[in-house]
C-alpha cells in the first residue's frame, strides 16, 4: 500500500517542500508526499530562492514548487502528518479537532527542525542537510513511532 505523507511548516516556502522532495526521492513510488503550510502568505509562489539553491546542491529540483496553504482535506488525505517544530504540530493539533491526532507528529522526533527564514545561505543549506538526514527516520510501509 503507497503511503501518503504530508509535510507541514509555517508558509510552505522553505521547509515543508523541501522535505516533500527529499522524501519522494527516498522511497519514490512507494510514498505520495504532498506539503502545506499554516499560512497562505506564499500561496502559488516559488519556494525560498535559498532553498531552491540547498536543494540543488543536493541533487534536489524545488523549482516546480508552488506555496499552498493546509486544508482539513490535506489531513484526512495523509496516512502521515509531518510538522516541522512544535509550534506547528501544536497548530495542527488545534485545527484537527481530535479526528486526526494520531497522524500528527514531529518530522524529527523530539526536535525541531528551526525555520531558516530571515537567515543567511548557510543557515539553509544546514537546514535542508538536516531534513535531508531525517528521510532515513520515515519508511514508506509503516508508522512510525510519535515524537
Known amino acids: 500500500m503507497m503511503r501518503k505523507i504530508l509535510t507541514v511548516c509555517l508558509g510552505n516556502y522553505c521547509r515543508s517542500p523541501f522535505a516533500q522532495v527529499a522524501l519522494t526521492r527516498r522511497y519514490g513510488a512507494a510514498v505520495t508526499v504532498r506539503s502545506a503550510g499554516l499560512i497562505g502568505k506564499w500561496q502559488d509562489q516559488p519556494a525560498h530562492p535559498s532553498m531552491i ?3 540543488r546542491r543536493l541533487g534536489l529540483d524545488l523549482t516546480h514548487h508552488r506555496g499552498r496553504q493546509i486544508t482539513v482535506g490535506d489531513l484526512d488525505w495523509a496516512d502521515d502528518v509531518l510538522a516541522m517544530d512544535t509550534a506547528v504540530l501544536d497548530t495542527l493539533r488545534a485545527i484537527d479537532g481530535g479526528h486526526t491526532t494520531h497522524k500528527l507528529r ?7 527542525i528551526p525555520d531558516p527564514t530571515g537567515q543567511g545561505e548557510d543557515t539553509f543549506k544546514e537546514c535542508a542537510m538536516l531534513i535531508e538526514a531525517g528521510t ?8 512510525q513511532p510519535s515524537g
Open 53 to 55: 539553491n540547498a536543494a
Open 106 to 112: 514531529l518530522y524529527l522526533p523530539g526536535r525541531d
Open 136 to 143: 532515513a527516520l520515515h519508511t514508506a510501509g509503516r508508522r
